[in-house]
């Protein structure tokens, strides 16, 4: 079976509420859903525009939370305060490459990813984005799951500075408190997550370059 | 509002994949098996055998190793001489002081108060409906709420943040798990588990035939 054979509710006059399902004629659009109250909308086109508003303040307050020390720490005889890479770095000096390198993922490559990854879902839909994507809406589609599951993962970092901060409170001996980039962190993650839900996974599918050969390109 | 109130359609006949939009008829698939969406594969149906009851089974559990969990201490350091033991309200508290005060409202949302609404809203919601008993009130609503906060529900990404913590301190000093470590670590079980049971069209149909 080809994937231009499924008929999608949109094709068949239909909504399906996005929160319960339940599908309802297409003249219900923008009227609440009877059974759970949600909003209908085939497609939310007015999405778009959402995602990118959550994506860029999630970027904005993600530069400093790379600039400012995630951890300060107090010992015995030194004071330290390092950001996110500097950690890694020094876990690496300590001979801990592997670990290094595991916060170095999580921590920098992973929401780089994501970010990029949003972007470049956003910017393939159409008629509203600006390129036609050469992956397919299958494989576009398996980036969105991805990129949903994963984000919320991100608050690991902000977790572990909290723990830290509550355990490491040996008086003299050794104390950690949380930096300012923590807050800016956690900050990015969920806006970020918020971008990432507010993007509309139907509109993937709708004109799908398996789909629609004949569609014609955009002048760049 | 002044339209015409709407009719829904064909619910006991058609259902649309919600990530893609495919249509499809429905076939109720055997207990245990999934009907899944032939172009995104996402899973529309998949009911189990006394999905509700084992529901709230796990809902009462979970609830209970939160509590429970909130308070004991969950990870403890001792280093020359000192000692410190935490429990998960000192990892919320750990931002209290001062303008990032925000932040710890935040974690004690994202460890605690959602994961512990989630389980509310879903007693509320499933207990009337395994004992045979009309919907509470607004429990559509409540369902929805609960279905929206899903991805907001973070215990068990706190229980991995515990093991880095744990690496990044143990040349700093000593560290031993408490009764409290070992009771997130079961709740994250029993939060996949549910997640596993939870079947989304059964409960939205049973819902609206109940009402």
Avoid at chain 2, 2 to 31: E, F, K, M, N
Avoid at chain 2, 56 to 75: C, E, K
Wanted: hydrophobic letters at 55%.
């Amino acid at each position: 079976m080809t994937q231009a054979a499924i008929p999608t509710a949109r094709d068949k006059g239909l909504i399906a509420c996005e929160r319960c399902g339940l599908l309802w004629p297409m003249s219900g659009e923008h009227s609440p859903c009877g059974r759970c109250g949600h909003k209908l909308s085939s497609r939310n086109t007015g999405s778009i525009q959402r995602v990118w508003a959550w994506w860029l303040a999630g970027l904005m307050c993600y530069i400093p939370a790379n600039l400012y020390p995630m951890l300060v720490t107090d010992m015995l005889t030194s004071h330290s305060a390092s950001t996110i890479v500097q950690g890694a770095i020094e876990i690496a000096h300590h001979g801990d490459l592997p670990i290094a390198l595991v916060i170095l993922i999580a921590s920098v490559a992973i929401p780089f990813a994501k970010f990029a990854a949003v972007a470049y879902l956003a910017l393939s839909i159409r008629p509203l984005g600006r390129f036609r994507a050469r992956a397919s809406a299958h494989r576009r589609h398996q980036l969105y799951e991805l990129v949903e599951y994963i984000g919320r993962w991100s608050m690991i970092d902000v977790f572990v500075v909290a723990i830290l901060s509550a355990l490491v409170q040996l008086n003299a001996a050794a104390s950690i408190h949380p930096g300012p980039a923590a807050v800016t962190f956690a900050l990015s993650v969920i806006f970020t997550m918020l971008s990432a839900q507010a993007f509309d996974s139907r509109m993937i599918w709708d004109v799908s370059p398996d789909a629609a050969p004949t569609l014609k390109e955009e002048t760049p | 509002m002044t339209q015409t109130p709407l009719q829904p359609i064909g619910q006991d006949d058609l259902i649309a994949c919600p990530s893609c939009d495919a249509l499809y008829h429905v076939r109720v698939p055997q207990v245990g098996e999934r009907a899944t969406c032939a172009r995104c594969e996402t899973v529309l149906i998949a009911p189990k055998s006394n999905a509700m009851l084992r529901i709230v089974a796990l809902s009462i559990t979970n609830l209970i190793l939160v509590v429970s969990a909130l308070f004991l201490p969950f990870l403890s350091i001792s280093r020359a001489g000192f000692y410190n033991a935490t429990s998960i309200m000192d990892a919320i508290l750990a931002f209290a002081q001062g303008p990032m005060f925000l932040l710890s409202i935040a974690v004690g949302a994202l460890i605690v108060v959602v994961p512990m609404a989630r389980m509310l809203l879903t007693l509320y919601v499933v207990a009337p409906l395994e004992f045979g008993a009309a919907p509470l009130p607004r429990a559509a609503q409540a369902f929805r709420l609960f279905e929206s906060l899903k991805p907001w529900s973070m215990a068990e990404i706190f229980v991995l943040g515990c093991g880095i913590a744990l690496v990044k301190v143990a040349d700093l000093a000593t560290v031993d798990f408490g009764a409290a470590f070992w009771m997130m670590g079961v709740l994250v079980v029993v939060v996949l588990l549910q997640d596993n049971l939870m079947d989304r069209w059964s409960i939205w149909r049973a819902l609206e035939k109940r009402a």
